[in-house]
């Protein structure tokens, strides 16, 4: 007998083939396009299915933000991956974005149980049960489900609170025996990726404990592992057992098949395959555009709504060059944020590759679309020395070539693109010089025309996620936080330009990254 094991991961509320750049896009993901991958997989099963959500699906799309800020109704949402025909779901570190409140709800309307056994509070599972087990074809089939347990270092604490978040090995070793006792396949579902080459073992990040699966994998007892959070497309054995993570935003489904024999007290496997299956060339499932459509067409409505105009060229045309030499998008950004704190210096990141800054008329579909993080801003007192470390942290993106030309550092952008960890500054001026050793790169440093004074300190402005210390910014931390904005950066955004209906693009290119492209 066979057991398939179908998840998607990560799908960040992307339910429709849209990134909403533009209407009427038919684009290579999307949770509609990955059920059909999903029902073509069941339709084809030589034996029992189980199907997961595997985490990250209530917050990333505009959709997604309209339902949780707009209508404040995560129904609109969760009847949409209601219609896929999950078996089980578990949660992400971006289902706490909206506060545990706004999860709580949501998770309340879904047709499918969540499973989590880390996250506690009181001693207790907070949400939901820690596994499940199904009974399929006589198979006694154990879920045991697991976040990584990093969410306090990005998280804003008033989403959390009350909440601990419980080391995943530690975890897992304390379930898995017990479930190999009760079931005959045991599976654990992991919101968090790799920590490890997956054939060498060797460490491909610093060992923090945000992602532990290859660890995992070498606890006795676990038959099939599913992962997440990094946003890799992943399909292998790893000790002994198959893995997969499916990518972002419904580009593939990780699926696993067991070969299964009876014995004499159970089931046990003698064989295993992992695979990804593409979603990206397949027809949107219909059943999801059936549901999705009447919101997606509010929403497509909200983000055509204009806000501003624009007085010369905030475009983004380059995003590598637009983080090499300020560009009049990013300066905008940083002035929101000194707007809205009152802090006169500020730190912001392009996010990703996709945004394309602001054209001649900005609407909102414009803002959801650049800044896609729910993010709210925290300023830090800091030292003069601990804004000095965190520029050189920022200059740690960039490496030189062999042609001793400027490049991005190879970690971040794989195996998971990590753009938005590095940031720019408004407020001071500085050079990074890239052919210098690291944590030796900043060569000039000034505020107000003075050089920075390291026992000094001074406000900076910055989202709650860095704020926190995400992204290896070690001198940051909640303790050096003396106030915060609690509205929404896009809403602030938005205000902003209410304010400001017309807008000059300009940037005083404060900074300087060398050598020059």
Same mark, same amino acid.
Request: proline content about 6%.
């Given at each position: 007998?066979?057991?398939?094991?179908?998840?998607?991961?990560?799908?960040?509320?992307f339910v429709l083939p849209t990134n909403y750049v533009k209407r009427d896009q038919n684009l290579p993901f999307s949770l509609a396009k990955a059920k059909t991958v999903l029902d073509a997989q069941k339709a084809m099963a030589e034996g029992p299915v189980l199907t997961i959500e595997n985490g990250d699906w209530l917050q990333g799309?505009?959709?997604?933000?309209?339902?949780?800020?707009?209508?404040?109704?995560?129904?609109?949402?969760?009847?949409?991956?209601?219609?896929?025909?999950?078996?089980?779901?578990?949660?992400?570190?971006?289902?706490?974005?909206?506060?545990?409140?706004?999860?709580?709800?949501?998770l309340a309307t879904l047709n499918y149980p969540t499973l989590n056994a880390n996250i506690t509070k009181a001693g207790q599972p907070a949400f939901g049960a820690p596994y499940k087990i199904f009974e399929r074809s006589g198979i006694k089939i154990a879920v045991l489900g697991l976040t990584t347990a990093y969410i306090p270092h990005w998280e804003a604490p008033k989403h959390i609170a009350d909440l601990?978040?419980?080391? +995943?090995?530690?975890? &897992?070793?304390?379930?898995? *025996?017990?479930?190999?006792? !009760?079931?005959?396949?045991?599976?654990v579902a992991y919101h968090g990726g790799f920590e490890r080459n997956l054939k060498t073992g060797e460490p491909t990040e610093r060992l923090t404990g945000e992602n532990v699966g290859y660890a995992l994998t070498q606890i006795p007892g676990i038959d099939a592992l599913i992962t997440g959070h990094q946003h890799r497309q992943l399909a292998a054995i790893v000790n002994g057992v198959p893995v997969t993570q499916p990518g972002y935003r419904g580009e593939a489904v990780g699926k696993i098949t067991l070969t299964l024999a009876q014995t004499t007290t159970g089931y046990q496997v003698t064989?295993?395959?992992? +695979?990804?299956?593409? &979603?990206?060339?397949?027809? *949107?499932?219909?059943?999801? !555009?059936?549901?999705?459509?009447?919101?997606?067409?509010?929403?497509?409505?909200?983000?055509?709504?204009?806000?501003?105009?624009?007085?010369?060229?905030?475009?983004i045309h380059d995003p590598f060059a637009a983080r090499v030499k300020e560009v009049p998008y990013i300066e905008?950004?940083?002035r929101v944020q000194m707007a809205s704190t009152g802090a006169d210096i500020s730190g912001t990141a392009l996010f990703n590759n996709e945004g394309r800054g602001f054209g001649s008329t900005i609407t909102m579909r414009d803002v959801v679309t650049n800044y896609i993080?729910?993010?709210?801003?925290?300023?830090?007192?800091?030292?003069?020395?601990e804004l000095k470390a965190a520029l050189e942290q920022c200059a740690t993106y960039f490496s030189l070539n062999a042609q001793g030309q400027l490049m991005v550092t190879p970690r971040f952008e794989r195996p998971k693109p990590q753009h938005y960890n590095y940031d720019m500054y408004q407020g001071i001026d500085y050079t990074l010089d890239i052919s210098k050793p690291v944590k030796q790169r900043v060569t000039k440093l000034t505020y107000h025309g003075k050089p920075v004074v390291s026992t000094q300190t001074y406000d900076?402005?910055?989202?709650?996620?860095?704020?926190?210390?995400?992204?290896?910014?070690?001198?940051?931390?909640?303790?050096?936080?003396?106030?915060?904005?609690?509205?929404?950066?896009?809403?602030l955004i938005a205000d902003y330009l209410k304010a400001h209906p017309v807008l000059k693009a300009e940037a005083d290119h404060n900074f300087t990254v060398v050598p020059s492209m």
């Amino acid at each position: 007998m066979k057991l398939t094991i179908l998840s998607t991961s990560d799908t960040h509320g992307f339910v429709l083939p849209t990134n909403y750049v533009k209407r009427d896009q038919n684009l290579p993901f999307s949770l509609a396009k990955a059920k059909t991958v999903l029902d073509a997989q069941k339709a084809m099963a030589e034996g029992p299915v189980l199907t997961i959500e595997n985490g990250d699906w209530l917050q990333g799309s505009p959709l997604a933000y309209y339902a949780a800020k707009m209508s404040r109704k995560p129904e609109q949402l969760t009847q949409i991956y209601n219609a896929v025909g999950y078996d089980a779901g578990i949660i992400g570190n971006h289902e706490f974005n909206y506060g545990s409140d706004y999860l709580r709800q949501a998770l309340a309307t879904l047709n499918y149980p969540t499973l989590n056994a880390n996250i506690t509070k009181a001693g207790q599972p907070a949400f939901g049960a820690p596994y499940k087990i199904f009974e399929r074809s006589g198979i006694k089939i154990a879920v045991l489900g697991l976040t990584t347990a990093y969410i306090p270092h990005w998280e804003a604490p008033k989403h959390i609170a009350d909440l601990q978040f419980e080391d +995943v090995i530690a975890t &897992a070793n304390d379930y898995v *025996p017990r479930l190999r006792e !009760e079931a005959d396949v045991v599976i654990v579902a992991y919101h968090g990726g790799f920590e490890r080459n997956l054939k060498t073992g060797e460490p491909t990040e610093r060992l923090t404990g945000e992602n532990v699966g290859y660890a995992l994998t070498q606890i006795p007892g676990i038959d099939a592992l599913i992962t997440g959070h990094q946003h890799r497309q992943l399909a292998a054995i790893v000790n002994g057992v198959p893995v997969t993570q499916p990518g972002y935003r419904g580009e593939a489904v990780g699926k696993i098949t067991l070969t299964l024999a009876q014995t004499t007290t159970g089931y046990q496997v003698t064989d295993q395959q992992a +695979v990804l299956v593409k &979603a990206g060339t397949v027809n *949107p499932s219909a059943v999801i !555009e059936q549901v999705a459509e009447p919101l997606n067409q509010v929403v497509e409505t909200w983000l055509d709504q204009p806000l501003a105009r624009v007085e010369g060229d905030m475009r983004i045309h380059d995003p590598f060059a637009a983080r090499v030499k300020e560009v009049p998008y990013i300066e905008f950004i940083q002035r929101v944020q000194m707007a809205s704190t009152g802090a006169d210096i500020s730190g912001t990141a392009l996010f990703n590759n996709e945004g394309r800054g602001f054209g001649s008329t900005i609407t909102m579909r414009d803002v959801v679309t650049n800044y896609i993080y729910p993010n709210t801003l925290a300023v830090l007192r800091l030292t003069g020395a601990e804004l000095k470390a965190a520029l050189e942290q920022c200059a740690t993106y960039f490496s030189l070539n062999a042609q001793g030309q400027l490049m991005v550092t190879p970690r971040f952008e794989r195996p998971k693109p990590q753009h938005y960890n590095y940031d720019m500054y408004q407020g001071i001026d500085y050079t990074l010089d890239i052919s210098k050793p690291v944590k030796q790169r900043v060569t000039k440093l000034t505020y107000h025309g003075k050089p920075v004074v390291s026992t000094q300190t001074y406000d900076v402005v910055m989202n709650q996620y860095r704020a926190a210390g995400g992204g290896n910014f070690a001198m940051f931390g909640p303790e050096k936080v003396i106030r915060e904005n609690q509205k929404d950066m896009t809403e602030l955004i938005a205000d902003y330009l209410k304010a400001h209906p017309v807008l000059k693009a300009e940037a005083d290119h404060n900074f300087t990254v060398v050598p020059s492209m």
